[in-house]
């Protein structure tokens, strides 16, 4: 008998739109430089749109190094496409922070959440 992943996945989406808050997340990348005129050529951008809930690290979590007091951790729906890259902007609010870290939870293969680390600036 095998575990049936999507449905978890769609039920973690419709808790997090249910209980969570709408969630932007942006990506910009620059064109290519063009050393003849000094400039970078026309970019890219990129935006998904899930649900999510910001929650604190926990004291013990917070190391100094790798996690910094005021980190968030941001738990995300997997929307199709979006893999939380480090300094991608992530809008929660009036608020923005910056993707430090992100994994995908995705047991057999089936992503089901997304764990994000966020930091301000």
Same mark, same amino acid.
């Given at each position: ?11 973690? +989406? ?8 709408? @969630? ?5 990348? *620059? =064109?290519a430089y063009d050393p003849e ?20 690290y926990t004291a013990k979590e ?6 910094? +007091?005021g980190d968030q951790r941001v738990?995300?729906?997997? @929307? ?5 890259? *480090? =300094? ?34």
């Open positions: 008998m095998t575990f049936d992943y999507d449905k978890t996945a769609a039920t973690a +989406a419709r808790l997090l739109a249910k209980f969570g808050a709408p @969630v932007t997340v942006a990506r910009v990348t *620059p =064109g005129t000094g400039t970078n050529g026309a970019g890219s951008s990129e935006t998904w749109s899930p649900s999510g809930v910001k929650l604190d917070i190391d100094g190094t790798l996690i910094l +007091a738990y995300m729906s997997a @929307v199709a496409g979006l893999d939380p890259q *480090p =300094g991608d902007a992530v809008t929660l609010g009036a608020d923005v922070w910056r993707v430090v870290k992100s994994r995908t939870l995705a047991p057999a293969g089936v992503a089901v959440l997304l764990d994000v680390q966020c930091r301000k600036g």
